[in-house]
C-alpha cells in the first residue's frame, strides 16, 4: 500500500474543513461539473486518491475506461491515472455498446439496489461504506453471473448463449497464471478464506440488511 492508498478520511475530511466556501447557483449538469471539477482542483484531490478505492480490486488496475462525462474527462482525473501509470480510454461517440458493461451493471445492480432518488451530501459516507463493506464483496465473492459462451452457426452467424454461472471471483482464478496478476501480499488462498467465510445466501441476506438500514438512514427506495 503506497502512501496515497494510506491517507485516511480524517486527513481528507480536515482538507476540506480548511476551504472557503464556494458558492454555486446553477441547476444544469455541466454547471454541477464544473463546481465539483472547480473543488477537486482546489484541494489537489488527484494526489490523493480516496483511501481504499484501489485496495477493493485484488488485481493491479492497468486501464480506466469511461465516457466523455467531464467528471471523468479532466486534468485531475488524468493527472491521478498518470501518476498510478494507468490508462485511460473513452467511448466512442455514437457508440453505445462501447459502455455496455457499464450500462448493464446500472439497471442490473446500481438501480435494482440503490434507486433512482438523488442521495444527499450527508449520506455519502455511509452510502460508500455499504459499498466497501457489504454490496461490493457480495458482488465479487458470492453473486453469480452469466458467462457467455459463442456459438457459430452453419452460417457463419454468431450468438452469444449463457450455459453457467459463476461469480467474478470465480472466473479471476480460471484466468491463466491468474497469481501472477494479483497486487503484492494478495494471495488466493486469502481471497478464497473471505469467499468462504460466508455462503452465498448468508452474504446476499447481510447485504440486504445492510441496505434497508442505509435506504431508511437515506430516504432512498430501491427494487
Not at 486534468?75 to 498518470?82: G, H, I, K, M
Not at 457508440?95 to 434507486?115: F, Q, T, W
Request: hydrophobic fraction near 40%; aromatic fraction near 8%.
Amino acid at each position: 500500500m503506497d502512501d496515497s492508498e494510506a491517507t485516511s478520511l480524517e486527513q481528507i475530511r480536515a482538507l476540506l474543513a480548511g476551504s472557503d466556501p464556494v458558492q454555486f447557483s446553477g441547476q444544469r449538469r455541466e454547471e454541477v461539473y464544473g463546481w465539483v471539477e472547480k473543488i477537486l482542483a482546489r484541494h489537489q484531490y488527484a494526489s490523493l486518491d480516496r483511501p481504499g478505492i484501489l485496495g477493493q480490486f485484488p488485481f493491479l488496475i492497468r486501464g480506466f475506461h469511461s465516457d466523455n462525462g467531464s467528471e471523468f474527462i479532466n486534468y485531475n482525473v488524468a493527472r491521478l491515472l498518470d501518476k498510478l501509470l494507468i490508462e485511460q480510454t473513452k467511448s466512442r461517440a455514437h457508440h453505445c455498446g462501447d459502455n455496455g458493461l457499464v450500462e448493464s451493471k446500472n439497471g442490473a445492480v446500481i438501480r435494482k439496489h440503490i434507486g433512482f432518488g438523488y442521495i444527499e451530501a450527508q449520506h455519502a459516507e455511509a452510502a460508500d461504506q455499504f459499498h466497501r463493506q457489504h454490496l461490493n464483496p457480495y458482488l465479487n465473492f458470492h453473486r453469480p453471473c452469466a458467462v457467455p459462451k459463442i456459438v457459430s452457426a452453419a452460417n457463419g452467424k454468431r450468438r452469444r448463449v449463457y450455459l453457467r454461472w459463476a461469480t467474478p471471483f470465480e472466473l479471476l482464478q480460471e484466468a491463466p497464471h491468474c497469481e501472477s496478476l494479483l497486487r503484492p501480499g494478495v494471495t488466493l488462498a486469502e481471497l478464497g478464506g473471505f469467499a468462504r467465510a460466508q455462503s452465498d445466501t448468508e452474504a446476499a441476506l447481510a447485504m440486504q440488511r445492510a441496505k434497508r438500514q442505509l435506504l431508511i438512514r437515506g430516504g432512498q427506495r430501491s427494487a
